[in-house]
């Protein structure tokens, strides 16, 4: 099946100083361009060519590093977005880049079908979050870039590219080093992903004790589908996220204004809100100003966390609205190192008093063969540290990025760390083809930010 593009003129506009979600990160750019389709996407590049200046995309603004920023020209796909195809028989659906992750389940699963994971945050557009290595959580799973099975792009010559596994010349080689590119080979406009038959999930939210968790973390994760837990340091308790996957259930949506539907209502402001989102910035607002608090405040927040086993739609489980803002760090690490490296974090912050009011979060992924994947050729263990955004962050980073590091760790691309090309390659086996591939495709640096070009020039 297909959906026509609507071809309208690209929205260019002078733009207003813009910073992202977490408000790590600010830029003015020159100009704002949203087109419509890829013509629109090579009229931009070819202005920036014209007048010597860059291009960026930008998806929702959530990376937490400067991957986005320009003082050239953006371009933001909101107006390229929806399904293009569904293929049943290969089980792929191709869409539009600009689609965002919140928005495909509405379109896939009136049809049977779903993405086979998600993350735990969803406003990201499709193309931002292949492009940064967004990831869920599972083993049997790989991240967004894993489940690519074509993409188009265009690149500096202003030319859409169709990358897959049958092209030839640039193209075969864009798709074998370029499905997790971070916007430095050009813009895509479409990307085809594997499928699954639509699903639900039980989710078993509970407390375990930290260390028998730490120390089962490897085995566990083999024995479930998926699998998660957050644990606020100095706690003897961690907050785990246990989901099975079942078969689909047709369930009838409660009416606005019913019983059922206020009582639905309640539970979510409750268990979602005041105890998690209005709670957990409570928490830290007060531990920012008392730093002394913190501890009791971390133990209280594990406790009162309500423990419930529910199901329903796959979405609606992964997902989990996040209004506190923060300052993010994650690494993956080989998987059976997980362990150790989270020993050594509990030591190091014990050892320096070190008070946080923000969980450490700990997931896991399955290898796969995308060379810029932080999966890349291992099952990994994603561990990411936060701080709230009212209080410094670099410290504490500062400290915690060492243990990373001296675990083969693969910083997230979309979230902070103090690497550069020579730390890359030494990380991914295939990062110098990568890199001497972008100065082919783009030898003048047309995508380039002084960010980017610190970790490919």
Known sequence: MSNKTVRTRSAD??????HNWSRTQA?????????ADAEGVSAVIAAARA????????????SFTPVATTD?????????????????DARTATLRAGTRLCDIPGILRPLGWALPNQGDVDPQSLAGAISTGTHGTGLGFTGFAGTVRAFKIVTADGVEKHCHPGAEGEAADLYRLARLGLGVFGVMTEVTMDIVPAFDLRADEHREDFEELRTSFVDRC?????LEFFWFPGQSEALVKHNTRTAPVQRRRATPGSIRHRLGQARTFVDEELLGNMGLKAICEVSA???????????????????????????????????VKFAEMEYSVPLEAAPEVLDEIREVLQARGIRVSFPIEVRAAGADDVPLSTAYGRDSAYIAIHRYF??????YFDLIEPIFKGYEGRPHWGKLHTLGRADLAQRY???DEVAALREKVDPKGLFLNEHLRSLFV
């Open 13 to 18: 506009s002078h733009s207003q100083p813009w």
């Open 27 to 35: 830029c003015t750019p020159a100009f704002v361009h949203q087109p």
């Open 51 to 62: 007048d010597g200046t860059t291009v960026r995309p930008l998806g929702a603004g959530h």
């Open 72 to 88: 050239g020209h953006r371009i933001q796909l909101d107006r390229y977005s929806g399904l293009v195809d569904l293929d049943t």
């Open 222 to 226: 083999r024995e479930v589908d998926h």
């Open 289 to 323: 100003k008392f730093p002394a608090a913190t501890a009791a405040l971390n133990k209280f927040a594990t406790n009162a966390v309500p423990e419930r086993v529910y199901s329903d739609e796959a979405h609606r489980v992964f997902v989990s609205p996040r209004r």
């Open 390 to 395: 009212k209080e410094p962050y670099r410290d």
């Open 429 to 431: 086996p295939l990062f």
